[in-house]
């Protein structure tokens, strides 16, 4: 079935610090791909989507690119704050309902000062 | 407006017992869905309402899970009798069109 790898946490940057997190999925079809994260405290927020290969999702200064050839969805940020610090998921939708997602495990990011 | 609320937000039963767990989606959402994480582990779909309906309850993991949603307002996840496996953090999230998926806090289950 369907399914979706990410990077194992934690992981732990400084500020201002080039951030990449991992994800690969695996799909029979052509899903809708995602990130989600989860602030301390709080409710998973959509961070960003990519509905077709080769869109590049982007919120917040991350940034990731639906990559059908080698079926990942990277994210990356240029510069981390410490307000960054949260659990991130990776998520791919299913074919007929965008909103019943397949999520990875989430990878805790910690950013120091 | 508000967002999806969850009750409680923290729950410690003993194995045995029931639990209810209570979600109150965006007003006017259709949709509503249940989703659970257990022992740090992804994120898995239990199941989706529209309106009062189950659409599909696929993720539902046996018949110790019971999910309703009274007159297509809030929605209860019963747990009967819990088992130790069923610790984990359960999160409910309502959508309507094509407005993005909202997501509650949760509620943290742990059965000792």
């Known amino acids: 079935g369907d399914s979706v790898t990410q990077m194992e946490g934690p992981v732990t940057l400084s500020e201002e610090a080039f951030l990449t997190i991992n994800c690969t999925y695996t799909a029979t079809g052509y899903p809708s791909l995602f990130w989600y994260v989860q602030y301390p405290g709080e409710g998973l927020q959509l961070l960003l989507k990519a509905t077709k290969a080769d869109d590049k999702g982007s919120n917040k200064g991350f940034e990731a690119t639906y990559r059908k050839e080698t079926t990942s969805f990277h994210l990356e940020k240029g510069s981390v704050q410490v307000s960054d610090s949260a659990v991130y998921f990776c998520?791919?939708?299913?074919?007929?309902?965008?909103?019943?997602?397949?999520f990875g495990t989430g990878t805790r990011l910690q950013v120091f000062p | 407006e508000a967002g999806v609320t969850q009750f409680p937000s923290h729950s410690v039963i003993e194995k045995g017992q029931t639990v209810t767990l209570r979600c109150d989606p965006i007003?006017?959402?259709?949709?509503l869905y249940w989703y659970r994480r257990v022992m740090g582990k992804e994120i898995k779909f239990l199941l989706h309402f529209v309106k009062e309906s189950k659409q599909d309850e696929s993720g539902m993991p046996n018949n110790r899970f019971l999910a309703e949603r009274t007159g297509g307002t809030y929605s209860t996840l019963k747990v009967q009798p819990a088992e130790l496996e069923d610790s984990g953090v359960y999160f409910c999230?309502?959508?309507?069109?094509?407005?993005?998926?909202?997501f509650g806090n949760g509620t943290r289950l742990t059965v000792t």
């Open positions: 998520a791919l939708s299913d074919p007929y309902n965008t909103d019943k997602l397949i």
């Open positions: 999230a309502s959508s309507q069109g094509i407005s993005p998926l909202h």
């Open positions: 007003s006017g959402h259709d949709n």
